[in-house]
């Protein structure tokens, strides 16, 4: 199970830090992946990172302002978030899979726990 948290309020502008920490092994083949859902809208891929060797993959609207990392001994993925903007907005998620970290659709990740709340005001 993953659990993430670190959400708030910020302004637009601002940098925040979520962070997901992951019960149980994780093993070299996985991928980590962030999602988010904004409220009536379905649940989209933020960031991926694989577990193994650290390569990573990003949606196109947080490119450039979004990083995403981990710590192997604490079993923790994070995601550093830079320019906020209020479209960033979300109920950002933590989920893992056994592959490639370039699959981008939530239904082939799995381990889903509470997501943290992201708010940005303008």
């Known amino acids: 199970q993953l659990q993430a948290s670190g959400g708030g309020l910020v302004q637009a502008g601002d940098s925040l830090t979520l962070s997901c920490a992951a019960s149980g092994r994780i093993f070299t083949s996985s991928a980590l992946g962030w999602f988010r859902q904004a409220p009536g809208k379905q649940r989209n891929f933020v960031a991926s990172i694989s577990w193994g060797d650290s390569r990573t993959h990003y949606a196109d609207s947080v490119k450039g302002r979004f990083t995403i990392s981990k710590d192997r001994v604490k079993n923790t993925v994070y995601l550093h978030m830079n320019s906020l903007k209020p479209e960033d907005t979300a109920v950002y998620f933590c989920?893992?899979?056994?592959?490639?970290?370039?699959?981008?659709?939530?239904?082939?990740?799995?381990?889903w726990g509470q997501g943290t709340q992201v708010t940005v005001s303008s």
């Open positions: 989920a893992r899979r056994s592959g490639s970290l370039y699959v981008t659709h939530w239904e082939d990740y799995s381990g």
